[in-house]
Each structure stands twice: as C-alpha cells, then as structure tokens.
C-alpha cells in the first residue's frame, strides 16, 4: 500500500525547469508574470534557467541570445525574491541552461558552487562558441550532425548537469529523421544512460508550430528510441512567454505521449535545497 501511495504522490507532482526572462532577449514577460502562469496552471515546482551568461574571452559583449554577465546578480536576486515571496504556495527555483564550451567549464563550475544555484541543464545550441560556432538547429549535414553529438555527449560526461535539453534540436535543421539521426538519437541515449541523466520532452517548439507551422521537437521518431533505449525522460516548457506556462494544451498532450516511459518519466528532480537563499 505504501508503495501505490508513493507512485500516486509521484504523479500528482507537476514541475518544469526550463524558463527563461526577458534578460534573454527572445523571452517576454515580468518574472513575477511566469511565476503566476505557473500557479495558475498547478504548478508544485518552477525553475528559472535563463541562458547562462558567459564570460567571453575575446570580450565580446554583444550576445544575442542571452543576459550579460554583468546581470546575473540582479536575475539570482530576483528569483530569489519571488521563491521566499511564494513560499508554501510553489517551490521556486535558480538555475541556468548552459553550452557545452570547453574552455568554460572550470568557470561554470565555480559560479555554480559560489552562487549556490539550484541546478544547470545542458541546453547545447552552439559548436564551442556562439561568437562565431555553429548554431545546432540549423544542422543539415551528416559531419554537422556528428559534431553535435560529440560535442552533446562531453556536456553530458561533465557531471555537471540535471538533465539534456531538446536533445532533438538538430531536427530543427535536419532534412528528415534518417539513419544518421537514429544513429545519433542511440549515441545520444547511451551517454545518458551511462550518466543517468534524464532526457528534456521539450515542448517549446510545438507551442510555437501553429504560427511558425515548424515541427520539428520533440521527435516522435527521436523518442521512439529513447524509449527502446530506456532513457528517463523530463518534461520541459522551454518557457520564454508566460503563456506557454498558462496554456495547458501542451502539457496535456505530453502526458499522454509519454505514457509508454511509465517509471522512466521523471516529475521532479531531485536537487538540495532551494532558490530561497539569502545573499547573491
């Protein structure tokens, strides 16, 4: 009895990770306003993980695609705020989603442990840097392909991360769903299974479909595999609006789709503490 007690608790949780800010600079919305589309909807568990801000090199200062590191301060300090400003009615929580950039790791590891964030998820968009690398989702060829995947499995070894985002990305850009994709979909699945590291059922992108008719992830086919392979799997909003929160459509549909995962779909991650801390 205890054990059907557990797994009814274990379902009831509803959790996403992957939000993102306006710090971005392709997200919308206060950070308050995520927060209560959140509430809105039953969330137990909300974790902010905007793009890491990295600390470029070469000194460039004009990332399209997320906050300076000049910002993380104010970004920690803010969903600080709104995690002890909601206490008791949703657990807020501090992360980011990172890159794989080899020569940032060491630095991703020291702001990890001196800002005591919550988690990092691997959200691999660029071939080294975003400077000048390769955007993943415009992935078209076989080498491309691989390159992603080598890449995404030495972000994934690091240790470092909760789980892999939109493993798929590459399908963003990737002519049709082939025997490269499925050979990269197992070596993509083996390195997370080796590492028990859950994959992202990322639904951004479908949320976005009806006006961009763009359907590329999750993958059926992608995820086909993972499931034959074994993989956890996670949910992930992706949020950069506060309505993709708030709309249930897709959360829905998600949970229905990944009915055949039964255990190996994760509800909640498992991660000390909370983004309820003072200082930063």
């Not at 800010?21 to 909807?41: F, I, K, M, P, W």
């Not at 800002?115 to 998820?121: G, N, V």
């Not at 992108?205 to 799997?233: M, N």
């Not at 949970?255 to 255990?263: A, K, N, Q």
Request: a negative charge.
């Amino acid at each position: 009895m205890k054990d059907v007690m557990k797994n009814v608790m274990k379902k009831a949780v509803k959790a996403n990770y992957h939000t993102h800010t306006a710090r971005c600079g392709h997200a919308e919305g206060t950070d308050e306003a995520y927060v209560l589309a959140a509430l809105s909807q039953g969330y137990d568990e909300l974790g902010f993980s905007d793009h890491v801000p990295w600390p470029y090199e070469s000194g460039f200062t004009s990332p399209t695609v997320r906050m300076l590191v000049s910002q993380m301060d104010e970004y920690l300090r803010s969903v600080r705020a709104l995690a002890k400003q909601y206490e008791g009615k949703i657990r807020v929580l501090a992360g980011f989603e990172c890159e794989y950039f080899p020569q940032y790791m060491g630095w991703l590891a020291d702001v990890k442990r001196e800002k005591q964030l919550d988690y990092l998820i691997l959200g691999n968009h660029y071939d080294q840097t975003d400077e000048t690398g390769m955007y993943f989702g415009r992935t078209k060829t076989p080498q491309q392909l691989s390159r992603y995947v080598d890449s995404t499995v030495r972000g994934v070894q690091t240790g470092m991360f909760a789980y892999l985002a939109h493993p798929d990305l590459f399908m963003r850009g990737y002519p049709r769903f082939d025997e490269n994709c499925r050979a990269a979909a197992r070596d993509l699945c083996q390195a997370c299974k080796e590492n028990d590291l859950p994959m992202e059922y990322n639904l951004h992108d479908r949320f976005l479909s009806a006006l961009t008719h763009r359907k590329s992830y999750p993958h059926p086919e992608f995820f086909e595999i993972a499931r034959q392979e074994g993989v956890r799997v996670i949910v992930g909003i992706d949020a950069h609006d506060p309505l993709e929160l708030s709309d249930p459509t897709q959360w829905a549909l998600a949970e229905r789709e990944l009915e055949p995962f039964g255990e190996r779909r994760v509800r909640r991650l498992d991660l000390p503490g909370s983004a309820g801390r003072s200082g930063q």
